[in-house]
């Protein structure tokens, strides 16, 4: 059974600009959600999206928005780039959900705002 | 907001020698979930607890859930340099989780040969 791949898995942008992350789950896995790790703030949850609707949001800006496909791939993007939105995202991806608490993880993508 | 805390932060020692990481909250969880990340890597699902005052092994590792299910340990025995990593503890189900997981900051562990 392959596992959760992200992609990229690393990448250089500059302030003001916009990134897209890409994540496709296990197959068969409805929920995907995102977060955000940082070595200063730890895992940071962003949003979870379960059968193409967003079920939860933390607390981020509206810069960081995500979609979710009927193959239940998904995007988060973030847009006009601040340096403190260097961090590794992560996608994990679960069968019932967040709430549940079983996830699994992609490598993450790791990004670098300059 | 419910917060998990993790202690301690950083745990450097030798090769063969036991250690407990511990998860504390002042709330109560369904479930609580331990993961090992090592650099590079997302977080790898450990364990599961469900029950207050659970136990489960997994080798040389010892998982317990609190009677309360507010609380947990990892117990590693003998460790050896290839569980050097990052532990996680998360929190899933409680009262004002709202739907999804919290996690601690992690316990950085590091095993010298």
């Known amino acids: 059974k392959a596992g959760v791949t992200q992609t990229p898995r690393y990448l250089i942008k500059t302030r003001g600009q916009q990134v897209t992350l890409s994540c496709s789950p296990i197959?068969?896995?409805?929920?995907v959600s995102w977060y955000q790790q940082t070595p200063g703030q730890g895992l940071q949850f962003l949003f979870e999206?379960?059968?193409?609707?967003?079920?939860n949001k933390g607390n981020f800006p509206g810069r960081f928005s995500g979609r979710q496909f009927s193959n239940s791939r998904s995007e988060m993007n973030v847009s006009t780039l601040e340096l403190g939105d260097s961090a590794l995202y992560l996608c994990?991806?679960?069968?019932?959900?967040?709430?549940?608490?079983?996830?699994?993880f992609g490598e993450g993508s790791r990004l670098t705002v300059l | 907001t419910q917060l998990l805390e993790q202690s301690p932060q950083f745990l450097s020692i030798q090769e063969g020698e036991n250690l407990t990481v511990y998860c504390n909250s002042s709330?109560?969880?369904?479930?609580l979930q331990w993961y090992r990340q090592e650099p590079g890597e997302g977080p790898v699902l450990l364990v599961t607890v469900v029950t207050g005052g659970e136990v489960k092994k997994l080798k040389r590792l010892t998982f317990q859930f609190g009677d309360a299910r507010k609380d947990s340990s990892l117990h590693i025995t003998a460790a050896q340099p290839g569980d050097t990593g990052l532990y996680l503890c998360a929190g899933a189900g409680g009262n004002t989780n709202a739907g999804k997981s919290t996690f601690g900051d992690g316990t950085t562990l590091t095993v010298k040969p």
């Open positions: 197959s068969g896995h409805r929920s």
């Open positions: 994990a991806s679960s069968f019932l959900g967040t709430a549940t608490g079983e996830l699994f």
């Open positions: 999206y379960f059968s193409e609707t967003q079920r």
């Open positions: 709330s109560v969880f369904s479930s």
